[in-house]
């Protein structure tokens, strides 16, 4: 069953639609920013201008990074639905339906159900977290997200203590993804999943947005997972169901190639890649003679999220 209880507000009430074509992705940002005390920004009018003005930052927020550019962050995506080259993945992506949206929400939990993305937005409270950002093929880059925390939304279906496992799927829509509509390289549509304590984890997030402004499409629209200490695959976008496990589930990349993809992938630069080393990475919008930077153990997370792991063996468990 939908749960939906938002109005429609009138067209007369919405600033100048020249401003806003989009009109119900501006109502998430107001709902959004209303209850995080941050408003939207009175010179809007420059379409350059951020949607969410003075969002409050997390305290995981590293304030002290240097940002990737936002225009390479839009131009160099990983989205296997629309292509396996990242610059046509930005074009294709364009196609995707976003609007409405809702999560399916069940299994080991009290309150299952279907959400629309803008009754959840209500609920939670929208921050920044600048983090790093490391894709298995050894290259980085430092997001800005605007999202919330995916532990909070567990929370409000209060799952049950049978849950141990939280699976991610993402949207179908193999009419507009060309690879879905082909079965192109793995199984569609994408899984992915992390233990409990993972999604519980403060650092886990569910962005909507990045760069102030709301997520495009070809980076996950309209709402992603962002896990700072694994390889970027695990962070799945376009989540259309959330479901809380007995069991472990099967993610797509370990389906496809159980010995380069494990169920943790957790960033270690002592955990080669079949192909590749993990010692240190590219990063992103760095100059051509910029060293490559070393890679660290869980990303930089690891005071944060180590003890999560204690005493499992790092290379076992991949």
Request: charged share 20%.
């Amino acid at each position: 069953m939908i749960i939906k209880t938002t109005k429609d507000i009138p067209a007369s009430e919405i600033t100048d639609p020249l401003v806003f074509k989009k009109r119900r992705q501006i109502i998430k940002a107001m709902l959004a920013t209303t209850l995080t005390g941050a408003g939207i920004s009175p010179v809007l009018a420059n379409n350059n201008e951020s949607i969410w003005a003075d969002i409050p930052k997390s305290d995981f927020s590293v304030d002290a990074l240097t940002l990737t550019p936002a225009e390479l962050i839009k131009n160099y995506t990983n989205y296997y639905e629309f292509s396996f080259n990242k610059k046509d993945a930005t074009v294709l992506a364009q196609n995707i339906t976003t609007d409405p949206w809702s999560i399916e929400i069940s299994g080991e939990v009290e309150k299952p159900g279907s959400y629309y993305l803008e009754d959840i937005l209500r609920q939670q409270t929208l921050q920044e977290s600048i983090y790093r950002f490391r894709c298995v093929e050894a290259w980085s880059m430092v997001v800005p997200w605007v999202g919330f925390s995916l532990g909070s939304l567990l929370k409000t279906v209060k799952p049950l203590s049978t849950a141990h496992f939280v699976k991610f799927t993402a949207t179908y829509q193999p009419d507009i993804m060309p690879k879905q509509q082909h079965h192109a390289m793995l199984e569609w549509p994408y899984v992915e999943s992390l233990r409990i304590d993972e999604a519980m984890h403060p650092l886990t997030i569910l962005a909507v947005g990045m760069y102030g402004d709301i997520l495009p499409k070809q980076n996950g629209a309209p709402l992603r997972l962002v896990v700072p200490w694994k390889y970027g695959f695990k962070s799945i976008k376009a989540i259309v169901k959330i479901e809380l496990l007995k069991r472990p589930s099967i993610t797509t990349w370990n389906k496809f190639a159980p010995h380069e993809y494990g169920f943790y992938s957790n960033v270690n630069p002592a955990v080669a890649h079949p192909r590749w080393s993990q010692n240190s990475e590219r990063q992103l919008g760095s100059g051509f003679f910029t060293p490559r930077r070393e890679t660290e153990l869980f990303n930089g997370y690891g005071e944060q999220v180590a003890s999560l792991y204690s005493g499992m063996d790092l290379r076992h468990f991949f």
